[in-house]
């Protein structure tokens, strides 16, 4: 049987950018980039606007490195709030549409529109009429992939960036996806990129040319997957779930760091932040990661499972160190994340024969309800009030 | 090297050594365990992977001595599927090579170079106990379901061993639950020691120790050492401060149930065929003469059950991991008291009182989320 063509993606073009240039008429046509916030040049650009990416500014390049590129650009720290506003009215007009509505991020859907043609027409009128309403409700342009499938459809909605609408039809799946480059593959970064390219595989097509044993050999377990998705085919469902499945924070210094004590400072300081949103998710969680970036842009990584589930900063900070010291450092860091995953629904909370942990949930739970009252700021660590002062040393 | 020997003895050697051996990741030579031929005494066979060390005399007829190291777990493998009783074992010990031979089948082994096999570590006496195996082995088995395995924190990963005066005390705890059994010694020992002995011994300890016949202990700062059968385990010592749990043992209670194992065991089995589905959680209820036992899944849905105790003081309700409480009534038998202060407070069981014999196990309650503290 043929696919229906049910699986719209939905992307806002260019988002913080153009939500700034939506806001502020003048900054309109320019070259508008948003980055780290008040870092100066160690931060990365989160977005670039059309303009810019002209000069080759792309999404997680180094502010500085963008400056060089394009030095007569404006560089916004970005306003997250406003942002999460505007994102909220975009996904109300989704809904206008379907029910079924996966969240991917604050600027990024799937939809599932089967079933939804007796009352909006087609699946091509229903993505002609999103952005047409995305427009005239938000005043914000967006780019539409329309397909039988997920990965498809993600592929449509990125092939004529800005306020493009694509439609893959079955019979066009392989001359759409022999051409594209791997990295278009979801799962397939940079790394794995150049490794392939080492092979001599830069295109879709290339890949093909391995067989499935030989891609679950390079690729594990995704290999299967990979397989299917380079042939057009991707069984993941549309899920209305918009569950939150990782909560992390990251930390670009001011100043490259090599000190440890100071590293386990910053380090500390984002576990109060990610467990802090953990507690608010009301979740406990067992798996818990960290990334580190050293001056020369070289991440590492590690996670571990962990035979508990925690919530609470002291565990966090406790598993997060124990990870980090397993990374050999040996250049200066600059930047540091930790995150959890893993989550369970927080109903039931194990007592601990050693008190300590009590009364630690206690201590967090008083924290967080002093810092939603009174803001961020206003409760702290004594560690922290070290690296502050280390930060004004310098 | 050349010695004629019974297969089934070789085997059942092979089978305990092995477990000493290291299994992968490390230098090669400590796959390998060392065996020795001596005239007088016999095989020797050893295994260490440098946490755990294992050695054990088997009989032989030797007609040359010597000594090699052979890759454990190759040999073990062999040895179980030779066909023959008899077994002759040849090595050249120049170019580290063994021949294992019998009726139809001959094997080359290649080895290693016995004098870079490490040696067991000595543990010499500064204290020295002896224990019926049997009693040895019980008290490892009622508290060594408790080790924790969160490897981050690895006092808990091990047995706490108490050795004073005329008792021995053993605990375990994963900082939810915790065992503990206290035992007399047979001769007063005049130091006070406590080690911790990591998981992974106690649990070869308990598989390798006999009912019958007596184990002699040797502790040092770093070291014990068991000795039983002909066979003798070494182990390391984690190091660190075990949690204060003398602290942490109620030592009133408002409420005592009185329960035939057997009965809670089977209904606390049916509720958590339920409970297991979700968070493992069952809910206990003493009603005068009964003891209700609930568990629910959002998903599955509910069970109830109803055991008949004698009841001591006041009503009470708890909430407690069910796995956490099988654990325990694995290793328990007969009649068994149940101990309570109140919801939020350690529940615990002992066995009916012996004399001279203690033994408590400390279950925290799960605090219900969705409920106000009572």
Redesign the interface.
């Known amino acids: 049987m043929k696919n229906e063509l049910n699986i719209i993606h939905v992307d806002m073009d260019a988002y913080f950018a153009s939500v700034e240039q939506l806001d502020n008429p003048k900054l309109r046509g320019k070259a508008v980039i948003i980055g780290g916030v008040n870092l100066d040049n160690r931060g990365v650009v989160s977005t670039a606007s059309y303009e810019a990416r002209k000069f080759g500014v792309h999404s997680a390049m180094p502010i500085a490195r963008a400056k060089k590129l394009c030095p007569h650009g404006i560089y916004l720290p970005g306003r997250h709030s406003r942002y999460q506003e505007l994102s909220k009215q975009i996904f109300n007009v989704f809904l206008e549409f379907t029910p079924r509505v996966e969240k991917l991020s604050i600027d990024e859907a799937f939809l599932n529109v089967k079933g939804c043609h007796r009352l909006h027409g087609g699946s091509r009128k229903i993505a002609e009429q999103i952005k047409k309403r995305v427009l005239n409700k938000v005043g914000l342009v967006c780019s539409v992939g329309v397909a039988g499938n997920k990965f498809l459809a993600k592929i449509a909605s990125d092939l004529d960036k800005p306020d493009g609408l694509v439609i893959i039809k079955d019979e066009d799946i392989k001359d759409i996806l022999d051409p594209l480059s791997i990295k278009k593959i979801p799962g397939i970064g940079e790394i794995t990129a150049q490794k392939l390219n080492q092979i001599g595989i830069y295109k879709i097509k290339e890949l093909k040319s391995l067989n499935l044993a030989e891609l679950i050999e390079i690729f594990g377990k995704q290999g299967r997957s990979l397989y299917n998705l380079i042939r057009g085919q991707d069984k993941r469902q549309v899920s209305i779930n918009q569950q939150v499945k990782s909560i992390s924070n990251e930390n670009t210094f001011p100043h490259d760091v090599i000190d440890s004590e100071l590293l386990l400072k910053y380090l500390l300081e984002l576990c109060q932040k990610v467990t802090r949103r953990l507690r608010k998710q009301k979740f406990i969680a067992n798996i818990v990661f960290i990334k580190v970036k050293d001056n020369s842009f070289h991440l590492t990584t590690r996670r571990i499972t962990?035979?508990?589930y925690i919530d609470s900063t002291d565990d966090l900070y406790?598993?997060s160190k124990?990870l980090l010291k397993d990374i050999n450092i040996k250049k200066p860091i600059r930047l540091i994340g930790v995150g959890v995953a893993g989550f369970k629904e927080?109903?039931?909370?194990?007592?601990?024969?050693?008190n300590t942990?009590n009364k630690e949930i206690d201590f967090n739970l008083t924290i967080d309800s002093i810092k939603d009252k009174f803001g961020n700021k206003s409760i702290r660590r004594a560690r922290d009030l070290l690296k502050k002062e280390e930060n004004e040393k310098k | 090297m050349n010695f004629k020997i019974d297969k089934k003895d070789l085997y059942q050697s092979l089978n305990v050594i092995v477990n000493a051996c290291a299994s992968s990741n490390t230098m090669p030579i400590l796959k390998g365990l060392k065996l020795e031929a001596n005239k007088e005494k016999g095989i020797h066979l050893m295994g260490t992977n440098l946490e755990i060390g294992i050695e054990n005399w088997i009989p032989a007829e030797i007609k040359k001595e010597g000594e090699i190291v052979l890759p454990a777990v190759q040999l073990k493998n062999i040895v179980r599927e030779l066909s023959d009783e008899k077994i002759e074992f040849t090595a050249d010990l120049e170019k580290y090579r063994a021949e294992v031979n019998c009726e139809n089948s001959d094997f080359f082994i290649n080895g290693f170079n016995p004098e870079e096999y490490p040696e067991l570590p000595d543990v010499s006496i500064p204290i020295e106990l002896e224990m019926p195996a049997g009693k040895l082995k019980r008290i490892i088995d009622e508290v060594k379901f408790s080790i924790?395995?969160?490897q981050?924190q690895p006092v808990l990963t091990g047995i706490l061993m108490v050795i004073e005066n005329e008792k021995t005390r053993m605990v375990a705890?994963n900082?939810?639950?915790?065992a503990y059994t206290k035992v007399d010694n047979e001769n007063n020992i005049e130091e006070k020691l406590d080690v911790i002995i990591p998981g992974i011994t106690v649990k070869e300890l308990s598989n390798l120790l006999p009912e019958e016949g007596t184990v002699k202990i040797k502790v040092n700062d770093n070291y014990i050492s068991f000795n039983f059968n002909d066979i003798m385990v070494v182990s390391r010592l984690i190091e660190g401060d075990f949690?204060?749990y003398e602290q942490?043992i109620p030592d009133k209670r408002k409420s005592r149930i009185i329960v035939k194992k057997d009965y809670l065991q089977s209904a606390v089995k049916r509720a958590s065929l339920i409970a297991r589905n979700d968070?493992n959680?069952v809910n206990l209820k003493s009603m005068d003469n009964k003891l209700v036992i609930e568990s629910e899944s959002s998903d599955i849905g509910s069970a109830h059950e109803e055991v008949p105790i004698q009841l001591e003081g006041e009503n009470h309700k708890i909430?407690i991991?069910a796995s956490y409480l099988l654990d325990v009534l694995n290793v328990l038998e007969g009649e068994i008291y149940l101990d309570l202060i109140g919801a939020?407070n350690?529940f615990v069981i002992r066995k009916k009182e012996k004399e001279n014999e203690d033994y408590i196990y400390?279950i925290?309650?799960?605090?219900?989320?969705?409920q106000e503290n009572e």
């Open positions: 962990l035979n508990e406790k598993h124990i927080k109903r039931n909370e194990q007592l601990s024969l050693f942990k | 924790s395995s969160d981050s705890t900082k939810y639950r915790l949690p204060n942490v968070s959680i909430s991991d939020l350690p400390l925290m309650p799960i605090r219900p989320g969705n």
